[in-house]
């Protein structure tokens, strides 16, 4: 059974201008102790998804319909308290800019302690011992040190340790990582990222990665979750997407062909996919990316396709999901 099964999920805004669907139908999961990477464009609903599964939407948002099942559990029939508990004990989440979710006036001790004191219920001097041996864990070289220090004394990678010693403080099943290292130049990416990788080993955590970048998704993920407008349109393991498998969706084709390669020549212009993502109140009638593909038919125009198991660990939500069949289109 899978830890995390989001199933037909619709997260709604209520705007001036109308409903927004920013999420609109999304299925994926995620199986204990493996990595799901979350892609798409900005505006796709990744981060919406993600926060609907532990309810922290902004006060205009909604789950509209669908279900949430963690451990089989569906989350969205708790109560608020349930779901509290459910934030301090199973599901933790860690976001791009630790300044914003860090307090500037209290050092690193006392806000990496706070969990332990709260939801553990251990004392003051208990957990500021339990606070050295989480910021080693995370490999912070003078633990008691940075433990006196303020956030705006630590560097960038730093301070996303720290984050992620107060996500992992109460040894949560699932860490939502909303784009964790989008700040961070690349070397301390790299870093934080094979971090997070020998943490699941070793703690047997499943992660949620929500990334623009595939060439982050390629370092992290066991398995991938595209997303485009509101929905999942393709969903595969690792493997599947990055070996050029028979059969993708043209969104997740256009994707791949936008990362750079290293026999890329420095000057050559990258392949991005052209035109924009449609605006979440004039969503296209037929398939959501149809006016972007270049294989687009009068079909795709008209009719939404819906996801199609083209293997037993392949989804792809498109009428022409074998590539070989897409050459004659458009
Ligand atoms: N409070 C809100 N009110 C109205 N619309 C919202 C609100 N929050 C998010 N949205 C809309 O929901 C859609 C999905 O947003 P979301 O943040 O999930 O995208 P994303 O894929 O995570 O993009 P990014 O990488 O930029 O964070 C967007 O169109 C966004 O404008």
Same mark, same amino acid.
């Given at each position: 059974m899978a830890l995390l099964e989001l199933k037909d999920l619709h997260t709604f805004f209520r705007t001036k201008k109308g409903i927004v !669907?920013? =999420? *609109?139908g999304v299925s994926y999961s995620v199986e204990a102790g493996r990595t799901l990477g979350v892609v798409g464009e900005s505006g796709s609903g990744k981060s919406v998804s993600a926060m609907s599964i532990l309810q922290?939407?902004?006060? *205009?948002?909604?789950?509209d319909s669908g279900e949430i099942l963690f451990e089989g559990r569906d989350l969205t029939k708790l109560t608020e308290k349930e779901m509290y508990s459910v934030r301090g004990n199973d599901i933790s989440v860690i976001f791009q800019e630790p300044m914003t979710s860090? *307090?500037? =006036?209290?050092?690193v001790s006392r806000q990496v302690s706070e969990p332990f004191i709260?939801?553990?219920?251990?004392t003051k001097k208990q957990a500021a011992a339990k606070v050295i041996e989480m910021l080693a864990d995370v490999k912070i070289a003078n633990p008691h040190i940075v433990a006196k220090q303020y956030p705006h004394q630590l560097s960038g990678g730093m301070r996303q340790r720290v984050m992620i010693a107060m996500a992992l403080a109460c040894k949560p099943k699932l860490l939502i990582a909303d784009e964790p290292t989008t700040a961070l130049d690349v070397t301390i990416q790299a870093q934080i990222l094979k971090l997070m990788n020998d943490l699941k080993e070793e703690h047997g955590t499943s992660i949620i990665f929500i990334t623009h970048d595939l060439g982050v998704i390629r370092q992290i993920a066991d398995d991938v979750a595209v997303m485009y407008c509101g929905q999942v349109v393709e969903m595969a393991p690792a493997g599947t997407i990055f070996m050029g498998a028979e059969f993708s969706h043209p969104y997740t084709e256009g994707l791949m062909n936008s990362i750079p390669r290293l026999s890329t020549p420095t000057h050559t212009r990258l392949d991005a996919i052209p035109g924009a993502v449609p605006h979440p109140l004039k969503l296209? !009638?037929?398939? !959501?990316f149809a006016p972007r593909c !270049?294989?687009?038919?009068e079909r795709c125009l008209n009719e939404e396709p819906e996801m199609i198991h083209v293997s037993e660990t392949q989804q792809v939500r498109c009428f022409y999901p074998r590539k070989e069949d897409r050459h004659g289109k458009k």
């Open positions: !669907k920013a =999420v *609109n922290l939407l902004d006060g *205009n948002g909604y789950i860090l *307090n500037p =006036v209290f050092t709260i939801h553990q219920g251990m296209p !009638k037929g398939c !959501k !270049k294989y687009a038919t």
